[in-house]
């Protein structure tokens, strides 16, 4: 398995600001993927983040609102700007080691956002 | 378009009674991959199985058991014995083939709550 980290765990934001995510893995991995997970509901997908290149986003979710940085093969971050309320939710960072539907994707513990 | 299904919102138990958690999915795919995650209070995603299309034998380890049926697209999760500790939200997903990667749909979870 890989062990990924998640900064901040948690945080309480006010409106109109944007937050950055940060999602570690201890190891390198092919796939990195940001999901949502709104207060009571199931998980979303918002994009695949792509090393060296532009993240790859799902439908209703868009580069503007949710810029995503791949630098490397161990780390990815996930901007959510202009904040409102509807915002708040937990954010996931997952991985797979490689490409391909028969790999198993680890989940981060999550980022907690509130906003305010 | 992939679909997975639970119907189940929630269900109560008291301790030591069987439960079985159902998911029913939509695929055009005939490569396809399912899988149950677990998510504690604590909110971190926990992997439990993973399946493909193409091994329907019944699983079992421990106290948890699986028994997928392609003839009706289900693939159900059983908890013998439950535990209070067993209790968590439980989603189902599947991974779709012919993508670059292993993104997941999830089902909207299912909210076991065992009591002593």
């Known amino acids: 398995s890989a062990v990924i980290s998640q900064k901040p765990s948690r945080d309480i934001c006010q409106r109109g600001t944007s937050l950055t995510i940060q999602c570690q893995v201890d190891s390198q991995v092919t796939m990195m993927f940001w999901y949502r997970q709104q207060p009571g509901q199931s998980l979303t997908l918002i994009a695949t983040a792509n090393q060296g290149s532009e993240a790859t986003y799902e ?40 490409a391909g539907v028969d790999n198993e994707q680890f989940f981060g513990p999550g980022t907690r956002l509130t906003v305010l | 378009a992939q679909k997975v299904t639970q119907a189940q919102t929630e269900i109560s138990v008291v301790e030591k009674e069987d439960v079985t958690l159902d998911c029913v999915y939509e ?3 005939t490569t396809y991959y399912l899988f149950w995650y677990k998510q504690p209070p604590s909110g971190e995603l926990v992997f439990l199985i993973r399946r493909n299309s193409f091994d329907e034998q019944n699983e079992i380890s421990g106290r948890y058991s699986w ?47 065992v009591n002593p």
């Not at chain 2, 028994?67 to 968590?88: E, G, H, L, P, R």
């Open chain 1, 59 to 98: 439908s209703g979710f868009v580069i503007d609102k949710f810029p995503i940085s791949r630098p490397n093969l161990t780390f990815s971050t996930l901007t959510v700007s202009n904040m409102s309320p509807e915002d708040s939710s937990i954010y996931l960072c997952s991985v797979a080691r490689l």
């Open chain 2, 27 to 29: 695929t055009r795919d």
């Open chain 2, 67 to 113: 028994n997928f049926q392609k003839s009706t697209s289900s693939f159900n999760f059983t908890i013998t014995a439950s535990q209070v500790v067993d209790s968590a939200v439980y989603f189902c997903a599947l991974s779709e083939a012919g993508t670059s990667g292993s993104r997941l749909t999830f089902g909207e979870g299912t909210q076991l709550t």
